[in-house]
């Protein structure tokens, strides 16, 4: 309900509609308006007619009359195929004509095709050859139309609401592309079979207005209602979410019929929406029994003697860990000493793939998440607690089994020489973020302090931030970007409920070990390249020139400076940008917009650098606990360390690589979509608290439908058109939202007050 009221949170999946597409819609005949007879039926008028004294269907009169408009029509159309409007011409009676068309379509009597009706068996409607399609899945619908994505991913196809055939949002279709678009020069088409359905669906249950039959609005596409059946409602009530299993499919989406699977409770509670977005995308904490089998043989497990043959023994050496007080499944740890007039850097990662083996059911499982899924104080794990809570998590004072890469730094903080092993370590404590920061601030008490002390790391710890402020030095010279992405914090109560929003504080402990870890990753990187063996990289494009345009476009309008000196701005360019607008009402959408100009960082088995972080050399190696391409590797790396030749390693994981990179990269887009999805869940249950106060906001969006408004605690909600102006607006260059009659304009960066 609060994601319907005048201010929404969080902007709806997939933007505002364009133009183009808007006008494909007004462009097409909406429903038949009921005939006369039906306008009337049931009142009193006797004799078998209407008020008017029609003929009402059910009387011998009617009967005739509609036999008369249906032999009529199915003669005109025996002669040739015929449009609406020439039909309508040769036999009259609009209203009945219309009614009729669409019996004899659903009666099988009739084939409708781009607004023309034929007589079934025509060659003109005859069924297209599955060669002469299009693999597709149909990704978007609306109430009159839908969007088809290409199998290879290069586009989209529109297909009009006729031409859908009943297709839902991820059915895999065959698309048959008209050869006269509508629009020229778009891609259009229409459903030529459906290869595989998609019958399970998530949404919220209403009830028809004027009735009592039950529909659940898909979140996929709440245009569409799937009527429940009354025999499979399972006491569902409107208001719960719910999920659905589609029992009967017909030609058209109305037309389907759905049975109740899954009750989550209400639609106004956070918790029971999110567990049905995790549902939705089939995500789960529980394990299949396979994985359960092996994964219990771990409880309690302990670093065995026979575990720890042929590794370096490194538990002389002050390692420990540094991440948040409620985080369990510990994956790094670090260590540094001065040497000289340089430093020796440890990066200790816990060695998973020890205990996660290829062919196993634990590595087939993870294989298949590909990553944990983090989302308010829940996480969905890539492995099972006895592995990722237990023996692979680095906890303090026990041993554990880890692959370290040792580095070597020069008084610059550059990376001089470094070094994989397969070590032994035991972490002194468990280092958490906001101890270390107020130890870095001053602020921390003495127990704190004593922690650190009997542990015997605080010495290292003015020796990390020295380190840091060389590294950020580095990566400031060559160009590396920090964004601020405007994550969020979110409180909840002991029931689960969000009581509070907050802007995520990243700390100086956080930018250290960040800082670390990324030195760890660029030498695992170039370890994989170097070795000429099959890798995972983590690589990020520079931006697009159609993207790019837009960029300027949004730079001109903030008065800021959008002319580069070459074609694709460099990284320095960009990250002065940044720092310009950094701490500004401005940082939110120019942070935003440089940041969707660039191409999505992804996992490829090519090594083609990181154009944000301005790195040539670039993977994931520190988190194997929770993201698979790091365990992967692992599992390269552990061979090469151990004299396994590159040519042996080629054949042995070329093909893999490759598949781990496609199946983590999708899994990583599907992660942050649930990520972001519950969060916004989160956010409206904790607004609804808030309704009729006003707030203080920047325009961090501007749309034909209204301007979005980004409120200090990272909640970004709606201004609908209705509330902003009474004609139809002008959006100047997507950056400026104004009312021609008054002359106001909103525009990006603008500061507002909204209720």
């Not at 039909?87 to 009259?92: A, F, K, N, S, W």
């Not at 993977?619 to 606990?625: G, N, R, V």
């Amino acid at each position: 309900a609060v994601l319907r009221a005048f201010f929404y949170v969080g902007r709806p999946v997939g933007g505002p509609m364009t133009q183009q597409q808007n006008g494909r819609q007004r462009g097409r005949p909406g429903k038949a308006s009921l005939p006369e007879w039906e306008m009337f039926a049931g009142l009193p008028g006797g004799g078998g007619c209407t008020r008017r004294g029609r003929a009402q269907p059910g009387s011998e009169r009617g009967e005739q009359a509609i036999m008369s408009i249906r032999s009529k029509i199915l003669r005109e159309v025996e002669k040739r195929p015929r449009r609406l409007r020439d039909i309508q011409e040769r036999v009259g009676v609009e209203r009945k004509v219309m009614w009729e068309l669409n019996n004899l379509v659903r009666e099988g009597k009739l084939v409708q095709k781009m607004g023309t009706y034929y007589l079934p068996g025509d060659p003109a409607v005859a069924p297209p050859k599955p060669e002469d399609c299009i693999p597709c899945t149909i990704v978007k619908l609306g109430r009159t139309f839908g969007f088809a994505m290409r199998e290879d991913l290069s586009g989209d196809i529109f297909i009009p609401g006729r031409s859908l055939k009943g297709a839902m949002p991820g059915d895999k279709v065959l698309v048959h592309k008209f050869d006269h678009p509508r629009v020229e020069g778009s891609d259009e088409g229409e459903v030529a079979y459906i290869t595989e359905e998609k019958n399970t669906f998530v949404g919220t249950v209403r009830k028809e207005e004027g009735g009592d039959r039950l529909y659940l609005e898909p979140d996929a596409c709440p245009a569409v209602k799937l009527f429940i059946k009354k025999s499979a409602d399972g006491g569902v009530e409107a208001g719960e979410k719910a999920a659905v299993e589609i029992l009967s499919r017909g030609s058209r989406h109305e037309e389907h019929r759905v049975g109740v699977a899954m009750r989550f409770g209400s639609a106004d509670e956070a918790k029971r929406c999110a567990k049905a977005i995790l549902y939705a995308h089939g995500l789960t904490k529980h394990f299949p029994d396979a994985v359960k089998a092996e994964a219990v043989q771990l409880e309690g497990a302990e670093v065995r003697e026979e575990d720890m043959k042929g590794r370096l023994d490194l538990r002389a050496l002050p390692i420990f860990t540094i991440d948040s007080a409620s985080t369990k499944d510990i994956d790094d740890a670090v260590s540094l000493a001065k040497v000289g007039d340089g430093y020796e850097l440890g990066v200790h990662i816990a060695d998973v793939s020890h205990y996660v083996t290829p062919g196993s059911e634990l590595d087939k499982e993870a294989f298949q998440r590909g990553t944990s899924v983090y989302y308010a104080d829940q996480v969905i794990p890539m492995l099972p607690r006895q592995l990722s809570n237990g023996i692979c998590s680095l906890n303090p004072q026990v041993v554990r089994l880890a692959f370290s890469c040792l580095m070597k730094l020069d008084a610059k903080g550059d990376v001089q020489d470094y070094r994989f092993v397969k070590t032994v370590i035991r972490s002194r404590v468990k280092g958490v973020y906001s101890e270390l920061n107020s130890i870095y601030d001053g602020t921390e008490t003495a127990e704190v302090r004593q922690k650190y002390e009997e542990a015997g790391v605080l010495g290292q710890l003015p020796l990390l931030k020295e380190l840091y402020e060389l590294r950020t030095a580095a990566r400031r010279a060559r160009g590396g970007m920090e964004i601020e992405s405007g994550e969020s914090q979110l409180v909840l109560d002991e029931n689960g409920v969000c009581v509070d929003v907050r802007p995520h504080e990243r700390g100086l402990t956080e930018a250290i070990i960040e800082e670390c870890m990324l030195l760890a990753n660029q030498c695992a990187a170039n370890k994989g390249r170097t070795s000429r063996v099959p890798f995972v990289y983590r690589t990020h494009q520079a931006p697009e020139a159609e993207k790019l345009d837009r960029l300027k476009n949004i730079l001109t309008a903030c008065n800021l400076n959008a002319h580069f000196a070459g074609e694709t701005p460099t990284q320095q360019e960009l990250a002065k940008l940044l720092d310009e607008t950094r701490g500004t009402p401005l940082e939110r959408c120019v942070h935003t917009s440089i940041l969707r100009s660039m191409g999505k960082a992804k996992y490829e088995p090519d090594p083609k650098g990181h154009f944000g972080l301005a790195l040539s050399d670039y993977t994931h190696f520190t988190s194997p606990i929770r993201r698979y391409p790091d365990l992967a590797i692992h599992r390269i790396l552990s061979d090469l360390v151990a004299g396994e030749e590159p040519e042996l390693l080629a054949r042995r994981y070329e093909t893999f690589a490759a598949e781990a990179c496609t199946q983590a990269s999708a899994r990583e887009v599907e992660a942050l979509h649930v990520e972001r999805s519950t969060e916004d869940c989160y956010k409206a249950e904790f607004m609804r608290g808030k309704l009729g106060q006003v707030f203080t906001g920047v325009v961090s969006g501007v749309a034909p439908h209204g301007i979005y408004v980004e409120l200090p605690n990272t909640v970004e909600g709606l201004v609908h058109v209705s509330h902003l102006c009474e004609d139809k607006p002008e959006l100047i260059e997507g950056m400026r939202f104004a009312d021609p009659r008054t002359g106001k304009s909103w525009s990006l960066g603008d500061e507002v007050r909204v209720q």
